[in-house]
């Protein structure tokens, strides 16, 4: 031990040695280093600060938030240990207080790159993903080369849905960091948003040669899936599951897998066993029911339907287009133009998705107002400039929520109701918010039977008869009905029907 200088107090020789331990990973000599140092002096900020510095190290995260709160107690100018109380914070799951403690320590040091990078990982978890990607990008205007900043970069803009930049960013990554398994991941799931599923395999394989975890088997084999490589899809979720057999998610996509493969029984098996796991009990139960087991649901749930469109927004129009042959709002078109002869005052187009109704619409009304629960989608009818107002939200819940009533001269839904069984909740819902002589224009799937059946699809069919029983029961007229084939899908058309009604 080198000898004490006359003016250094006690604590201080102590001090310097428990850094220098702590800074070679010997945490437990540096530990008891900084407990005699508070012995002698109580209030010392570093002994405090570090102790929980090492509480976080050692996976205390409550202990090392006391600690750090103790140092701040002592001097609450230091930004570091701002930063500090802000990652223990993060550990705990208290994604408010941490975003709090960086932006604390931010105020003391603006140019500090690790707390914009922290920042944007507590932004991200509130769901503030534009915020997070502004302090992403403040943290890389500070550090150009911080693959942490630009791999975290790519996974907001997966998150928002901008794909492109995000496989541009995790590609820089890959500059700076060859083959980092979590940049490889955002690639892959840039890649295959993209529908460019042979190199998103490939990412994934690249991960999976530096990490063998069930994150990336599921990934990969959720590419495969889509790319109709179901028996290799199969593979990937049972390798996940060798590897973590509680992944509640690989063992619901395995599911979904062995329903496509028509390996029915083995479905229903997994769909139970996903279930026992803690995967989404609505979602499970209505796989179920279309898979004939259980009760028939009323409606498809609502995350299901989110997590659908919010994945599919980036090439919904495309795949509809030009994969499905879609024909459905071409053919509402032509229905309305044969009854409405001048536009109404406001329009309301339910579950809009990206517009494709929104060119026809548009002319219609002299207020168009869309509503849908994917949020991405609704960011691609905004880029149209053809809605006055575009709203996130369940279509029943805006409905009901809806103080206007009476408001809408037209009310239009494409393909919508192949996610409701029960019409009645809805239709009586558009009729209070028609006009008088207002039109309700929509499509169905039709079923031969009676009432309304869930579809292996895990769409809904209904009968001609119920939709018009349900029609006359909320007390529209009916102005015209016709069959037509809404889509070609397994090479066969999809059978439908389009109805016309009016509120006297």
Same mark, same amino acid.
């Given at each position: 031990m080198p000898p004490q200088s006359p003016h250094q107090a006690p604590h201080e020789a102590l001090l310097k040695q428990a850094l220098q331990a702590h800074q070679q990973g010997r945490l437990d000599a540096a530990h008891d280093l900084y407990g005699q140092v508070l012995a002698l002096a109580p209030r010392q900020f570093d002994a405090l600060h570090?102790?929980?510095?090492?509480?976080?190290?050692?996976?205390?995260?409550?202990?090392?938030?006391? %600690?750090?709160?103790?140092? %701040?107690?002592?001097?609450? #100018?230091? @930004?570091?240990?701002?930063?500090?109380?802000?990652? @223990?914070?993060?550990?705990?799951?208290?994604?408010?207080? #941490?975003l709090d403690s960086y932006e604390a320590a931010l105020r003391l040091d603006p140019r500090y790159p690790l707390a914009w990078l922290n920042r944007g990982n507590a932004l991200r978890r509130l769901g503030r993903l534009p915020e997070a990607l502004d302090s992403y990008e403040h943290a890389l205007g500070l550090r150009h080369d911080y693959p942490e900043a630009w791999c975290y970069r790519a996974i907001v803009l997966n998150d928002l849905g901008r794909h492109q930049e995000a496989a541009d960013s995790a590609e820089r990554v890959l500059q700076l960091r060859r083959d980092d398994p979590e940049a490889l991941l955002a690639l892959g799931n840039a890649l295959q948003a993209l529908e460019r599923f042979t190199p998103a395999v490939a990412a /994934?394989?690249?991960?999976?040669?530096?990490?063998?975890?069930?994150? %990336?088997?599921?990934?990969?084999?959720?590419?495969?899936?889509?790319?109709?490589?179901?028996?290799?899809?199969? *593979? #990937? /979720?049972?390798?996940?599951? &060798?590897?973590?057999?509680? /992944?509640?998610?690989?063992q619901h996509y395995r599911a979904n897998v062995l329903r496509a493969l028509g390996r029915n029984a083995d479905a229903i098996a997994a769909y139970r066993a996903a279930l026992a796991l803690g995967a989404d009990a609505a979602e499970i139960d209505f796989a179920l029911a279309a898979l004939g087991q259980g009760e028939q649901p009323a409606a498809a749930p609502p995350d299901y339907i989110k997590g659908l469109f919010d994945q599919y927004a980036g090439h919904f129009d495309r795949h509809l287009v030009e994969v499905l042959g879609y024909r459905t709002p071409a053919l509402l078109k032509d229905l309305l133009d044969r009854h409405v002869n001048a536009p109404v005052d406001a329009a309301l187009d339910l579950g809009c998705g990206t517009g494709l109704c929104a060119p026809f619409l548009k002319p219609l009304a002299r207020h168009l107002t869309g509503v849908d629960l994917s949020q991405?989608?609704? *960011?691609?009818?905004?880029? %149209?400039?053809?809605?006055?107002?575009?709203?996130?939200?369940? +279509?029943?819940?805006?409905?009901?929520?809806?103080?206007q009533a009476a408001r809408y001269g037209l009310v239009l839904a494409a393909d919508v109701f192949v996610y409701f069984g029960d019409l009645a909740p809805v239709f009586a819902q558009v009729k209070d918010a028609l006009q008088r002589g207002g039109w309700f224009a929509f499509s169905v799937e039709s079923t031969a039977g009676g009432g309304?059946?869930?579809?292996?699809?895990?769409?809904?069919?209904?009968?001609? &008869?119920?939709?018009?029983? +349900?029609?006359?029961?909320?007390?529209?007229? +009916?102005?015209?009905?016709?069959?037509?084939?809404?889509?070609?899908?397994?090479?066969?058309?999809?059978?439908?029907?389009?109805?016309?009604?009016?509120?006297p």
């Open positions: 570090l102790l929980g510095v090492i509480a976080r190290q050692r996976g205390d995260a409550r202990q090392a938030v006391d %600690l750090i709160r103790d140092a %701040l107690q002592v001097d609450a #100018s230091q @930004a570091r240990a701002h930063a500090n109380l802000g990652a @223990a914070l993060q550990d705990l799951g208290d994604a408010q207080g #941490s /994934y394989e690249r991960a999976l040669a530096r990490a063998n975890r069930a994150d %990336l088997w599921c990934a990969r084999g959720a590419a495969l899936k889509k790319s109709g490589d179901l028996e290799q899809a199969l *593979d #990937s /979720y049972e390798r996940a599951l &060798a590897l973590q057999p509680n /992944y509640a998610l690989a991405r989608m609704l *960011d691609k009818a905004h880029a %149209l400039h053809l809605y006055d107002a575009l709203d996130n939200a369940d +279509i029943g819940d805006f409905l009901r929520e809806d103080k309304y059946t869930i579809l292996p699809s895990n769409r809904f069919a209904h009968a001609p &008869a119920y939709v018009e029983a +349900i029609a006359a029961a909320a007390g529209f007229d +009916i102005v015209e009905t016709a069959t037509a084939a809404l889509r070609h899908e397994h090479g066969q058309d999809v059978t439908g029907r389009l109805f016309l009604l009016r509120k």
